[in-house]
């Protein structure tokens, strides 16, 4: 999206601001679990928003007493800055706060975030609330029209009695080890599991250590939250990982960790590095993205099957390629840097390329490259072309890397779907530990947990462990039913019906279900009673045609 400044008019002699629409027609929020199918509404020309690009925190609800963080995701045209976007926020009619788009997410898009901005303490009951940008009309080249300038919402506030005990009690406590500070929400699995995390968080930060040759500055502060956000983890001052019973996204515990302290340890030498290079270095170091990998294998069977991205394509977009696609390809040409001239001379390069060197982000590395060793860009990716064209076809590796971007592709439609606000390009990632001084836990910790988001995230949990042991097939046959389901919006395939039916048994025995193991008329269910993180295994069996729990 271009900086450009919009033009201005040249003369202006009476300017009417936007005000509340009393007769728009709301839409009715939470909607995050209702959505059967994804249908795209094209964008009009100019500058404009929609309720559908309105997301309020905490998810899916909200309780009286609770800060809400509101995220703006406008359309905003190519000739207009969203600096200059102008967004005021209304409830009931009452101005609360005002910006710009003044942050952006991974999707390169301009977006308006106001962190905890409503108080809704003692304010149980349905509001109105208005989003209106450019309220005063000053853009007028790329907003002729405003009347789709205005969004208005219907947000239904509830009454905090009506939380479960865990989310009432919620707090954050922390634990230290040599390495760092685990801060975890009481009353989940990550307090529940607290003492072996702590040595997996050691474990993990140790190896991403060793391999940069980099030890902590201080001790890292790791957030581990009881939902799934993105693919399972992010990193900026601090860390934050996904650590739930039912995690759908990624299993990998020890590579997301990995993987997270490496974008902390590494700012340490290389303060300026760029995100496409820091995103390889970060596999890597972690032997692998989401579980151990052959990189050099994988990087090949990528090749194979026609999915290889041009490195400068690559390195000027970086995280709108096909996420599997675009780490893998950058964690391979980074090993084959380290494998041909070394640790050190590679961490001089990497500490060396910045944003500013040229006006593309491919155009930096090309030339940091001949700085370094020599090479352009060109003549570094020909080179490595050239090694993974000898290395011998490994039709397992294909397998695997075939299923596993099929596994994730899918579980982001479920994501766009059945859980929006855990999508990677459009996420809201706060900064933890403002979120622990300003906000509540439920930010970071409440998600959507309707029967459908229970059934096909237990069954995307069951494609992640099919992946992991090399099971495609059971793999391939999983992913075809969950697609079916999120094409049609209903649980019409046997297999997920069935899946639906062993979550329905369990919830009806007051179980919340977070991992299913399918076996023709046997169901094995790890399961933990509703409010409570203990989990218990429940055999769930098919008889008569019902399935029913097995005492």
């Known amino acids: 999206m271009s900086e450009a400044s919009p033009e201005s008019p040249t003369a202006v002699a009476i300017v009417t601001p936007i005000l509340p629409t009393p007769t728009a027609a709301p839409t009715v929020v939470p909607t995050d679990t209702a959505v059967p199918t994804i249908t795209p509404t094209p964008f009009p020309p100019d500058l ?8 309020l925190y905490p998810v899916p609800d909200i309780y009286a007493g609770e800060k809400v963080t509101f995220q703006i995701l406008a359309h905003v045209p190519d000739n207009v800055n969203p600096a200059d976007v102008t967004v005021h926020l209304l409830v009931n009619y009452q101005d609360v706060v005002s910006g710009t788009l003044n942050a952006s997410n991974l999707q390169g898009n301009g977006v308006g975030l106001f962190e905890w901005a409503w108080d809704t303490s003692d304010a149980v009951g349905t509001h109105l609330v208005h989003i209106i940008l450019d309220r005063y009309d ?5 907003d002729e029209n405003r009347d789709n300038n205005q969004a208005v919402l219907e947000v239904a506030v509830q009454d905090p009695v009506a939380l479960s005990q865990p989310q009432r009690n919620a707090a954050w406590v922390t634990a230290e080890t040599n390495c760092c500070v ?4 009481k009353g989940t699995a990550a307090e529940r599991d607290l003492n072996q995390l702590m040595v997996a968080v050691e474990t993990a930060v140790q190896q991403a250590a060793t391999r940069l040759g980099e030890q902590p500055a201080r001790q890292l502060d790791v957030y581990l939250i009881d939902r799934v956000i ?7 001052y601090s860390i934050v990982v996904s650590y739930l019973d039912r995690s759908y996204a990624n299993n990998g515990f020890h590579q997301i960790m990995t993987h997270e302290a490496v974008h902390i340890l590494d700012r340490q030498f ?5 995100n496409s290079l820091a995103e390889g270095v970060a596999v890597w170091a972690s032997d692998g993205h989401y579980k151990p990998e052959n990189i050099d294998r994988r990087a090949a069977a990528l090749v194979s099957i026609g999915q290889y991205v041009p490195l400068a394509q690559l390195f000027d977009n970086f995280y709108p390629v096909q996420h599997e696609i675009g780490y893998l390809e950058s964690a391979g040409f980074v ?6 001239y070394g640790w050190r001379r590679f961490r001089d390069f990497y500490s060396s390329v910045s944003a500013d060197d040229a006006t593309t982000l491919s155009g930096a590395v090309d030339i940091n490259l001949q700085q370094h060793f020599n090479l352009t860009l060109a003549e570094a990716e020909s080179q490595w072309l050239a090694y993974l064209a000898q290395l011998p076809p490994d039709p397992a590796t294909v397998a695997d890397l075939n299923a596993t971007i099929r596994f994730y592709n899918i579980m982001r439609h479920y994501q766009q779907l059945y859980d929006p606000t855990a999508f990677f390009l459009t996420a809201w990632l706060p900064h933890p530990e403002t979120l622990e001084r300003e906000g509540n836990p439920a930010d970071l910790t409440r ?12 069954m995307l949990q069951a494609t992640d462990t099919a992946v992991r042991v090399g099971n495609y097939e059971q793999a391939n046959i999983l ?3 969950i697609e079916r389901v999120l094409n049609s919006g209903e649980f019409i395939d046997p297999l997920a019906r069935n899946y639906l039916e062993v979550v329905r048994t369990a919830s009806e025995a007051d179980f919340e279900v977070q991992q299913i193991e399918l076996n023709g008329n046997q169901a094995l269910v790890k399961a933990t009673p509703y409010n409570d993180v203990h989990l218990m295994e429940l055999t769930i069996i098919l008889s008569g045609g019902d399935w029913v729990l097995w005492q």
């Open 182 to 185: 685990l801060h975890v929400v």
């Open 138 to 142: 000053t853009i007028q080249t790329g």
């Open 270 to 274: 290389a303060p300026e590095r760029i």
């Open 48 to 55: 404009s928003i929609s309720p559908e690009g309105v997301r």
């Open 447 to 458: 998600h959507p947990q309707d029967e459908v988001n229970v059934t096909l995230e237990v």
């Open 335 to 340: 090993k084959f840097l380290i494998d041909n």
């Open 230 to 236: 993105g693919q399972g983890g992010y990193a900026g």
């Open 479 to 481: 992913l075809d039913s």
